[in-house]
């Protein structure tokens, strides 16, 4: 069974989109079946892709306010071996149509629940705020991973998403759980950012991912050439740390595994 793993912080450039691409791609290198979900009107993941947004057939909002299939929006060639679903400017349409809708919060999880058995990994880049495509994301998630820079507002920040989340899984998604805290562009001659840093192991312990992904700049300029920084730059740090984090998440992944089957086996 897939595993559907959206990322998500209200907050805007934190590394959500850079995250969401480059741990698509490292996972697909891994030989995993991986369906990335482009859910920003921005369509940055989509531009970084490789797929221009301009020129696409269907995007995310075929598939939540019309109700076509995974099958008729998803794009099979992208640079990162991964397949996608794609966004731009019509996705700002769909949060307002999905507004008048019946179940409205529902539409991203019923769409996937017939692909779910054949993805290894259902990626979802959210937009930077808790609108209703983020709600979307999160019903049909079972977990979030969280990117954040180690500044001083970080924290508070969190605890807002931290409260939401808590909110939608008493409502709608009561498996939702926090799959990571992932710090990104960290820089550690930062003392600021070291201290943030302890202070979030210190509030959520092994949550917080042991990979750290570095201030690269072969990160913030894989995306102009549409590709995934591993097929950029393959020995940079920042595709290093990407490939180290999808190692971390298929592990955590095969433990949680383990143990329900033995919570099963013991039932
Ligand atoms: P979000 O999706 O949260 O808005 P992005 O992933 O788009 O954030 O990142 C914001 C900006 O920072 C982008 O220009 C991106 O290329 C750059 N960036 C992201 N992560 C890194 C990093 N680790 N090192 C350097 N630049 C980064
Ligand atoms: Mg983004």
Do not use: W
Not at 45 to 63: F, I, P, Q, R
Not at 96 to 122: H, S
Not at 184 to 209: C, I, W
């Amino acid at each position: 069974m897939g595993k559907i793993i959206a990322i998500a912080n209200q907050k805007g450039g934190v590394g959500k989109t850079t995250t969401a691409v480059n741990l698509a791609a490292s996972l697909a290198a891994t030989k995993r079946k991986v369906l990335l979900i482009d859910l920003d009107p921005q369509g940055n993941a989509t531009m970084a892709s490789g797929v221009d947004k301009y020129n696409v057939h269907a995007t995310c909002y075929e598939l939540l306010v019309e109700e076509q299939s995974v099958e008729q929006v998803v794009i099979k060639e992208t640079s990162g071996l991964y397949h996608l679903i794609s966004a731009n400017a019509d996705v700002t349409a769909a949060e307002i149509k999905l507004m008048e809708v019946y179940a409205r919060e529902q539409r991203l999880k019923n769409a996937l629940a017939p692909v779910k058995d054949f993805y290894d990994f259902i990626i979802i880049d959210c937009p930077p705020s808790l609108n209703m495509l983020t709600v979307n994301a999160m019903t049909a998630a079972d977990s979030v991973l969280v990117p954040m820079q180690c500044e001083y507002y970080a924290l508070e920040g969190l605890t807002a998403l931290m409260d939401t989340i808590t909110k939608l899984t008493s409502v709608v998604n009561d498996k939702l759980h926090i799959e990571g805290i992932l710090r990104t562009m960290y820089d550690p001659r930062n003392r600021l950012a070291n201290d943030v840093s302890e202070q979030l192991k210190r509030h959520f312990g092994d949550k917080v991912y042991r990979t750290v992904i570095p201030r690269n700049v072969r990160l913030a300029e894989a995306p102009s050439f549409g590709t995934p920084v591993m097929y950029y730059d393959k020995s940079s740090t920042g595709a290093k740390a990407y490939l180290a984090l999808a190692g971390e998440v298929l592990r955590k992944n095969n433990t949680a595994k383990k143990a329900q089957k033995a919570t099963a086996s013991v039932a």
